[in-house]
């Protein structure tokens, strides 16, 4: 089941970047006009929505489908009643007694029989074996049977309830999907080929430089940063920083470029695709303090930070449920499906979703982790939270320090995600300090935030690796230096950009 969602995932891709590439190579013989009639309404566009569609149709059909029992159904109840009756009063001298004169009383007793055993209390079900015991010779033996045929009727429930909770997660991963080739084919046609005047200027600036332009494109959508494609190379066979192709480009667009991170760092004789975007206006830094649990050689925690698209700054940290190896395989595979998802350009709350059905679909009982996730705009400083079973996350500025905790569950627990969201504005010189349960737990219990705000005020240390490694050592004292869980602090530095 697994394997097909992540064949589905490469088949959608591969659909998209192939009708991206029609729409472009399409373009690039039309003129200005008629490149804006293309994208207002192009057929290609419409077979992606198609293809989004069909996906969100596909997953409609899964979310149809029955839902879970906590109970047996009646018909199911009957179904018990009729095997033990089969086996049990067939063959019995008293049977027509029992079903002929008193119908109605014996398969009264007999529901009632079964639904107690169902209840799982004790005293109910001793009532009904007594009631049971009163008119039936066979009652014990009844009973013996009833309870055989009720288990495995009841392990018959619980197989369906997983493979309905599969199904509803496969739904939610064809949702995203459909999501997601819906957003492709909206940003797809928001690119467009700007203005002669603009395209001009650009070119006589580019080639006063030695580098000659062959298109630009601009992605032009409400509210974005902007954002330009140059198909250039430089002429005389010579070699030229990207960074000195962005300073023309900023003195054209009138604020500051940078070429995007994915783009090669030099230009040549040979005409290459460049994406130009506005440069950020903050500037990250970041490290990280570990210790791993006592008698352990390999921690639970693991954590990642990554520069995404569009100026985000993510960081992400999961504590695996216990320690050693099999705790770091959990969490290693919380972190691994984050990154891919963002990466892939999912949001936040989307990924969450994906990486708990996924963690449901492997079915593996018990395999849970927490989720902690600090994405930081470094357009705005804005950082957004999302955390799903994670320990409090801290934000030192100047002589303050701010707790932002969360009281949800882990991922790979429940089909519908636990999560909690929220956003804070940072500053230039603020602190983002994410930790793991094992360094608040080595706290005084009933004041672990408290200690651990007075224990961040007490380290002045300006690198965050140095921050972090400051912090640790002062829980660690807490504890005698024993550690009793696997301890992570990881932190992050923002600063304004000088230029």
Partial sequence: MHEWIIAMLVISSMLIIRDMAKTILAARTLSNGEVNALYEDHPQKERVEKYAKSFQKLAETYYGMPYRKDYLSNAQVEKIFQKVHKQMCENCHQRDVCWKQNRNQTYQSAYQLIRSIESGQEEQIRRSKGQWLGQCTRSQQFYQETSREFFQEKQNLIWNNKMIENRLAVAEQLTEISNMMQMVADDLYDIIQPDEEFADEMRKKLKKHGILMKNVWILDKEEEKKQLYLTIRTRSGQCISLSEVAAV????????????????CTLNSEYHAVHFVESVKYQVLHGVAKVTRE???????????????EGQFLMCLSDG???????????????ELIEQFIDSGFSRETAARLVNSSLLLQGNDGMFSTMDICTVDLYTGICNFLKAGASTTFIKRDHWVEA?????????????????TTSRKLYSGDFLIMVTDGVLDALPLGQEEKTMKEIIMQVHSLSPKELGRGILDRVLGYCDYKARDDMTVLVAGLWKNRR
């Fill in 295 to 309: 008698k352990e050689r390999v921690s639970g925690d693991n954590f990642s930070c990554s520069f995404e698209e």
């Fill in 404 to 420: 932002i905790s969360s009281t949800s569950l882990a991922v790979g627990l429940v089909q519908q995600i636990d999560y909690e």
């Fill in 321 to 335: 449920m216990g320690s050693g190896i099999e705790a770091c395989k959990e969490s290693e595979a919380v972190v």
């Fill in 249 to 264: 480009v900023s003195e054209v667009c009138d604020c500051a470029m940078t070429a995007s991170s994915e783009s090669r």
